[in-house]
């Protein structure tokens, strides 16, 4: 190869290694200030899972009352009030540290008719609502969202099932559309009792309490061997 050769490749090659280092070095100092989630990119979301085929996170469809809501790590707290001896007040760093968290691959069927079955990285909400001690008067859990949606169940359904809150779906930090920073898993039910964007869990002594959809007609329930 001759020297004239030679700087052709050598030159477009060095040119590209530049223009690599720049663009990461922007990514990394975007991430860095919180502008880019490294965990969001949409290439890091798994579809495969110990045999289980996933859907993707955009074969949700947005159906919430309120629209995306957008919430700020730095400033959010989860509450749990109510019937409790120990009420909590969590950031959202605090609730990922203080509690071990599992992986469970669930569909999620919404009454419209379309389904995802989807990888679900959380917490156990046993290990949370141990912490808070709920009274014996608390008959009901209320769960609150940032848009004013609200949902319940019986205390039982957490007593005799090992439910998650969830803050990965598929191996990537939920984005804003899809509940952030948390989204219920609530297995065995229709997709109106998943409610996202957590922000209080309420004890509460009234066993007919009616949520969002359920005040408008809506199984209680909510169970999927049920009409809703």
């Known amino acids: 190869m001759s020297g004239m050769e030679m700087k052709k490749v050598v030159f477009p090659v060095a040119l590209l290694i530049i223009v690599a280092a720049a ?8 991430a860095m200030r919180g502008r880019i989630d490294i965990q969001n990119v949409q290439y890091a979301e798994v579809r495969d899972y110990q045999g289980a085929k996933l859907s993707s996170i955009n074969d949700f469809i947005e159906n919430s009352i309120k629209g995306p809501q957008h919430v700020d790590p730095k400033t959010y707290r989860l509450k749990v009030t109510g019937l409790v001896a120990q009420p909590q007040e969590l950031t959202y760093d605090q609730v990922l540290s203080k509690y071990p968290s599992s992986k469970k691959v669930v569909a999620l069927d919404c009454v419209e008719g379309w ?14 609502f141990a912490d808070a001690k709920p009274t014996s008067d608390a008959k009901t859990v209320i769960f609150h969202a940032v848009d004013g949606y609200t949902t319940s169940f019986p205390i039982s359904y957490f007593k005799d099932n090992d439910i998650l809150m969830a803050y990965k779906m598929n191996g990537v930090v939920l984005p804003p559309e899809e509940g952030f920073p948390f989204y219920l898993v609530a297995e065995s039910k229709w997709g109106y009792k998943w409610i996202k964007w957590i922000d209080e869990i309420q ?3 009234d066993e007919n309490y009616k ?11 909510g169970d999927l061997n049920k009409p809703f």
């Open 211 to 221: 949520g969002y959809w359920e005040s408008r007609g809506y199984s209680e329930s």
């Open 23 to 30: 663009f990461g070095g922007v990514y990394a100092y975007l």
């Open 115 to 128: 389904n995802v079955t989807i990888l679900w990285e959380g917490i156990h909400l046993r290990d949370l």
């Open 203 to 205: 004890f509460s002594s």
